[in-house]
């Protein structure tokens, strides 16, 4: 049986499952769908094709898609399949201090461009609204770094990719995204039927390690503006430095919260995600395993191999082993780790508390196994 939009919305977006990407809204072949309030809303007539649920990251196991990305088991049961470990941070000063941890992902994105190897990069911006993020299709260095630095509230990612292949006639598009926007834009090209004009257009996957984003209304609306009394508008950048969430102001000094003050803020869908490296990318990149002012990149793919030897061709990127440096891959593991364990202990409750599951943990039986934790550190990082 073909699952439709009908199920989509009984699997996903009632009960709250839905992370937002935008995929069904982008895939769908007669705009049936709109995102109302960062969640699919059916405006139109289904033609029940079952493309926006072949689509969705959140009606499959994450595993499942190894086979068939890699042809191969994980070479790393915690962080799956990677072929090179590196830290690496931006050469140039111009995109550090607009980026966060040393500027990696812009630095690559900028390089690409330049080299022809991609003609749009899908990115995560603003716009009317302080710090709500929005899907931007940059083409040009400048694009690239007005939206660069961590959002930490999910964006409509396959919306952006929808704009570049319709309105901009993009081919060769680089998708950046987290873990699970990631896994949205390889369904994209691997269910069936499928909406091949778009998936066909991805050129590039660089995932973000991530344990988790915030509703822009829950968290940034009423617990920072209306609890904290700190206007978004007067937030220069968000950061966390240890087990602190920084808010820095425009004018005036930091301030800083506890990262288990603010954890019940992040969404459902991430409390029981176990995917923090972004298993499925071409090239992860993120914070864990690499000191102050530096990204770990972890290469998985041939294409992520050649795409970074391209990148690195241009001259803006300072790269060492990720084993010449501290905490080095041990680091990128524990994060990862935690992430599976706080996933493991969200699950349990929600089974205790008789809440509705996702779809693929009802038909599947589930092992979700992690280290103890001791602290709450981590959330989405660039």
Same mark, same amino acid.
Not at 217 to 222: L, M, R, V, Y
């Given at each position: 049986m073909v699952k439709v939009w009908q199920h989509l919305a009984k699997d996903v977006v009632t009960p709250d499952y839905c992370i937002g990407c935008g995929s069904c809204v982008a895939t769908c072949p007669v705009q049936a769908l709109e995102r109302v309030n960062e969640k699919p809303a059916l405006k139109g007539v289904c033609i029940n094709c079952g493309i926006c649920y072949g689509t969705c990251p959140e009606v499959v196991d994450p595993n499942s898609l190894q086979m068939l990305v890699f042809g191969a088991p994980p070479n790393d049961e915690v962080l799956g399949t990677y072929r090179h470990a590196l830290s690496v941070e931006a050469t140039d000063s111009g995109i550090k201090i607009r980026s966060q941890d040393g500027g990696a992902v812009s630095a690559i994105l900028i390089s690409l461009l330049e080299a022809g190897y991609i003609d749009a990069a899908i990115v995560t911006g603003t716009r009317d609204l302080p710090w709500y993020p929005v899907a931007k299709v940059a083409t040009t260095p400048k694009e690239v770094l007005e939206c660069a630095g961590t959002k930490y509230s999910r964006g409509p990612t396959s919306l952006g990719l929808r704009e570049a292949v319709n309105m901009y006639y993009k081919k060769k598009v680089a998708i950046v995204g987290t873990p699970?926007?990631?896994?949205?834009?390889?369904?994209?090209?691997?269910?069936?039927?499928?909406?091949?004009?778009?998936? #066909?257009?991805?050129?590039?996957?660089?995932?973000?390690?991530?344990?988790?984003?915030?509703?822009? +209304?829950?968290?940034?609306?009423?617990?920072? +503006?209306?609890?904290?009394?700190?206007?978004?508008?007067?937030?220069? &950048?968000?950061?966390?430095?240890? +087990?602190?969430?920084?808010?820095?102001?425009?004018?005036?000094?930091?301030?800083?919260?506890?990262?288990?003050?603010?954890?019940?803020?992040?969404?459902?869908?991430?409390?029981?995600?176990?995917?923090?490296?972004? /298993?499925?990318?071409?090239?992860?990149?993120?914070?864990?395993?690499?000191?102050?002012?530096?990204?770990?990149?972890?290469?998985?793919? /041939?294409?992520?191999? +050649?795409?970074?030897?391209?990148?690195?061709?241009?001259?803006?990127?300072?790269?060492? #082993?990720?084993?010449?440096?501290?905490?080095?891959?041990?680091?990128?593991?524990?994060?990862?780790? &935690?992430?599976?364990?706080?996933?493991?202990?969200?699950? /349990?409750?929600?089974?205790?508390?008789?809440?509705?599951?996702?779809?693929?943990?009802?038909?599947?039986?589930? /092992?979700?196994?992690?280290?103890?934790?001791?602290? #709450?550190?981590?959330?989405?990082?660039?």
């Open positions: 699970c926007q990631i896994i949205a834009s390889r369904r994209m090209g691997l269910s069936t039927p499928r909406n091949a004009h778009l998936s #066909d257009a991805i050129k590039l996957r660089i995932g973000l390690f991530c344990s988790g984003v915030f509703k822009y +209304e829950d968290f940034f609306k009423n617990f920072i +503006e209306k609890n904290l009394q700190v206007p978004l508008a007067s937030v220069d &950048k968000f950061d966390l430095k240890g +087990e602190k969430f920084i808010i820095y102001l425009k004018h005036g000094p930091s301030k800083e919260l506890p990262l288990s003050e603010i954890r019940p803020y992040i969404d459902l869908p991430c409390r029981i995600c176990t995917n923090f490296s972004a /298993e499925m990318a071409d090239i992860s990149i993120g914070y864990a395993g690499s000191p102050a002012g530096r990204s770990t990149v972890l290469i998985r793919t /041939e294409l992520g191999e +050649e795409a970074f030897a391209v990148a690195g061709g241009r001259g803006r990127l300072s790269v060492v #082993d990720l084993a010449s440096v501290r905490p080095g891959l041990e680091g990128v593991r524990q994060e990862a780790l &935690k992430k599976k364990a706080l996933a493991a202990q969200a699950i /349990e409750a929600l089974r205790n508390e008789k809440k509705v599951l996702p779809v693929w943990m009802q038909e599947h039986a589930v /092992e979700v196994s992690g280290e103890p934790v001791e602290s #709450d550190k981590g959330i989405c990082q660039i």
